[in-house]
């Protein structure tokens, strides 16, 4: 079932939307050169106090990993696709490929965001990645149209990145969120228009296009800590994720800064 959600719990859903966004601009700036992006987890958990904010990640327990997650963010580095688990291990260098991936709870509803930034000075390659990475957002969110299907979605994101000669990952996908970390429908990466679940009126999307610069292929768990997933081509991967209700003027993204 897709659940649907009052104009008062999407007002609230913008008020913890737009503090995820504080918090992820935070992440993103510390996000240097010697860094480990324990660093950064250690640094979200200082960022949720105070703001009435929780970090639900940490103790989550997904359906397709062995444990719960151990921490508040998932820090994806360069080959690594999603779900990274930050280590005290994995120094961030220049050059690197970094993806920030929060989920927050506030006042009993729940926002998902991500975003990928790079280190220091990063190639040509990676500076394109990134920036198809968030246009395709861009266009997801933008064919999240009331009275469309999901299939709008997953269409426009796959067309542009394609067009870009980067392949989207199609094993991992966008999802309803808000009252969960996880609700129904799934969004793929990929697909047709016109079809898939009906976009109705106060549904609200993470829609997060997964993008690597090779083949779309990914390795589950290559790291056996039961969450990281690498691209099997070793080449870099990107994701951008906004939580967007669906209103009668269209889509509304809620992980913004108000
Ligand atoms: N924020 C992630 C998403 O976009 C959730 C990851 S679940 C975890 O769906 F357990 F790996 F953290
Ligand atoms: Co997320
Ligand atoms: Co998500």
């Known amino acids: ?12 859903l913008r008020t913890g939307g737009a503090i995820l966004a504080g918090i992820l601009k935070e992440l993103a700036a510390a996000a240097v050169a010697g860094a480990t992006t324990l660093d950064l987890d250690d640094l979200a958990m200082t960022l949720v106090e105070g703001k009435g904010v929780e970090p639900v990640l940490l103790g989550y327990h997904p359906s397709f990993a062995p ?5 508040a963010v998932c820090i994806s580095v360069n080959n690594c696709v999603q779900h990274g688990i930050p280590s005290a291990d994995i120094v961030l260098h220049d050059g ?3 993806n920030i991936d929060m989920t927050i709870g506030y006042e009993g509803l729940i926002v998902d965001s991500g975003i990928t930034v790079g280190v220091g000075k990063v190639d ?6 990134i920036a198809v990475t968030r246009e395709a957002l861009v266009r997801g969110v933008k064919a999240a149209q009331p009275g469309g299907h999901i299939g709008d979605i997953s269409a426009a994101i796959e067309s542009y990145v394609k067009g870009e000669g980067f392949s989207v990952v199609e094993a991992l996908c966008g999802h309803g969120v808000g009252y969960a970390v ?3 429908p799934t969004i793929p990466n990929f697909g047709t228009a016109g079809t898939g679940p009906l976009i109705e009126v106060g549904h609200v999307y993470a829609i997060e296009p997964i993008v690597n610069v090779g083949k779309k292929d990914v390795v589950f768990d290559d790291a056996g800590d039961g969450y990281s997933v690498y691209t099997k ?3 870099f991967s990107a994701h951008f994720e906004h939580t967007v209700a669906i209103t009668e003027n269209g889509p509304l993204i809620l992980t913004q800064p108000k």
């Open 233 to 235: 081509d070793g080449s």
């Open 182 to 184: 996880h609700e129904e």
């Open 96 to 98: 690197d490929v970094v």
């Open 124 to 129: 040509e390659e990676s500076k394109k990645l």
């Open 1 to 12: 079932m897709i659940t649907k959600k009052t104009p008062e719990e999407i007002t609230r």
């Open 67 to 71: 444990h719960p997650y151990p921490a």
